[in-house]
């Protein structure tokens, strides 16, 4: 059962990323005329309605990159970056809020980029007083004064969304976040960090090694950019790398863009342009059970065998369904006295990148378990009794490690009152006895009606011989009429 869901998600993992990044020609070319290579002051433009996926208003001068209108969610609008070959965009202008696809909403460039709603409300601007507006080969959407001299007065680099693009540098005032602003990367002085961002939880950390240079104190924080000889350095002064992340091509002379991207499952990956695809370059975490989440709330990962369920009693649902109680509400637990909630128990769990964890000492499990009992922000406790150490989880429970220690144990709380009868394998068992039983009284329903209407029409058939009048021939579908007749005949 668990080799099943684990080759289950990895299929679900393959077609994922085949979709992702393999697609050819993602984005239908609606154009006929070859697009703008630079926006000056006038330009406007308003969605077009029969346009179903992407706009283009502006592309670079190799044809790879576009800007324009993406269309999410059928109804909405986000202004955006994509890559001809590349599924998702490289940019978006603000992750978190989309205008309408309306022709009320409007685009224009009066030395400002500017989207403005239906009651001509400013919904994004550049904030600038430039004089065109270019796209780069390299996806650098960007808006320049060409007078007196030629200066970038804002660029699309300088506000990620979850592509780094080579030669982008990302600094400690930013952020790249996921497309399901799930998850988030951001700089500490000395290492890079991912963030689960509803638990504030960070999963993976990248220390610098510092090998050929040192960092210092008060020489300003660190950035990051992607090196096109195949690494993510880390730098605080100069070109001088305080820490080289190698990706897969480092030091094979590659001729390809290199981007980096983190995922909606929290991994952050790299990808290689070698003229024709996009190919897996880099990958923070390889492990799929060290992602922040893999298998959904109340669910157990174990290396080597995959997905299953903390109450060994239901299997978690497809994708990052989780197990049985991932439909409960996961609002904390703190709402009100006293909070009502079940406890569920398992040996041989453990907390997933634990060492990034904080933990307490406790001398058996009973008293891990009270530290947690007593807390409304607590939502499960792990407790080793080799080592001691307890760790309390203070957000609603994701994918714990199932590890083969017996002596690791987790207790966890389960909300009271909701999520009854709603186990995925129960539930969908009742589901699929309860279709069988409907299409089985509908076949034998049918079938009678069918038999019926076939007695009484060889009757009436009968008749009209009998009457000399006209047959209604040797067939008669089985049609709305049919039924009709056959009902008027019962009353
Ligand atoms: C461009 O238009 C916006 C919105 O109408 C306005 O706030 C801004 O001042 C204008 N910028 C320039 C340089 O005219
Ligand atoms: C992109 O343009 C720059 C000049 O602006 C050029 O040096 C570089 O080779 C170009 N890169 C690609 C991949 O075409
Ligand atoms: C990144 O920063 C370096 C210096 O720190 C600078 O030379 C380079 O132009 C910057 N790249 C971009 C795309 O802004
Ligand atoms: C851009 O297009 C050129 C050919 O037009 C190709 O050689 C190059 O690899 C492309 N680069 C990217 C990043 O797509
Ligand atoms: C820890 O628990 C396991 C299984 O419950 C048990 O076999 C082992 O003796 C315990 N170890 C200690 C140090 O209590």
Redesign the pocket.
């Known amino acids: 059962m668990e080799a099943l869901s684990l080759i289950s998600a990895a299929l679900t993992r393959v077609v994922f990323m085949a979709l992702l990044f393999f697609t050819s020609h993602p984005w239908p070319r609606t154009e006929a005329a070859k697009p703008a290579q630079e926006l000056v002051k006038g330009f406007e433009a308003i969605p077009d309605s029969t346009v179903d996926s992407f706009q283009t208003l502006l592309a670079d001068p190799d044809g790879n990159f576009s800007f324009g209108f993406l269309r999410v969610n059928r109804t909405r609008l986000s202004l955006a970056v994509i890559h001809r070959n590349l599924s998702d965009p490289v940019w978006v202008s603000d992750p978190t809020r989309s205008a309408s696809w309306s022709g009320k909403t409007r685009l224009f460039f009066?030395?400002?980029l500017?989207i403005?709603d239906r009651s001509s409300r400013?919904e994004w601007?550049t904030g600038t007083?430039g004089d065109r507006v270019v796209l780069r080969n390299d996806s650098n959407l960007q808006v320049e004064k060409t007078k007196p001299s030629q200066t970038v007065v804002w660029q699309s680099f300088d506000f990620p969304s979850n592509t780094l693009v080579e030669n982008q540098n990302f600094t400690s005032a930013m952020t790249l976040v996921s497309p399901n602003g799930l998850y988030s990367m951001r700089l500490g002085n000395d290492f890079i960090g991912l963030y689960a961002d509803d638990s504030h939880q960070m999963y993976w950390k990248h220390k610098a090694l510092e090998a050929k240079a040192k960092i210092e104190d008060g020489s300003g924080p660190v950035h990051i950019r992607i090196n096109p000889n195949g690494y993510l350095g880390m730098y605080q002064r100069g070109n001088t790398p305080v820490d080289v992340e190698a990706f897969n091509s480092f030091q094979r002379p590659t001729t390809g863009l290199l981007i980096l991207r983190l995922e909606p499952d929290g991994n952050l990956r790299g990808y290689l342009w070698d003229g024709s695809q996009w190919a897996l370059n880099y990958q923070a975490i390889s492990d799929t059970c060290e992602l922040p989440n893999p298998c959904g709330p109340y669910s157990l990962c174990t290396p080597g065998s995959g997905c299953s369920c903390i109450d060994k009693q239901t299997r978690p649902g497809p994708g990052f369904g989780g197990c049985t109680h991932s439909t409960q509400d996961q609002s904390d637990l703190c709402d009100g006295a006293p909070a009502r909630f079940t406890v569920l128990r398992r040996n041989g769990v453990e907390v997933p990148f634990k060492e990034l964890r904080e933990h307490k000492t406790a001398s058996s499990s009973e008293e891990c378990e009270a530290f947690c009992e007593e807390k409304c922000e607590c939502w499960g406790s792990v407790y080793n009794n080799g080592s001691g150490f307890c760790y309390l989880v203070n957000y609603p429970i994701h994918t714990m490690l199932g590890v083969a220690d017996e002596g690791k144990v987790g207790y966890f709380k389960l909300r009271e009152g909701v999520g009854k009868g709603k186990r995925w394998e129960v539930g969908s068992t009742v589901g699929i006895a309860f279709v069988c039983g409907t299409v089985l009284v509908l076949t034998v329903a049918m079938g009678f009606v069918g038999l019926r209407v076939w007695r009484r029409e060889r009757r009436v058939s009968r008749i009209l011989e009998e009457d000399g009048g006209l047959s209604p021939g040797p067939y008669k579908d089985l049609g709305s009429d049919s039924f009709n007749s056959i009902e008027m005949s019962r009353r």
């Open positions: 009066n030395g400002s500017v403005t400013v601007s007083d």
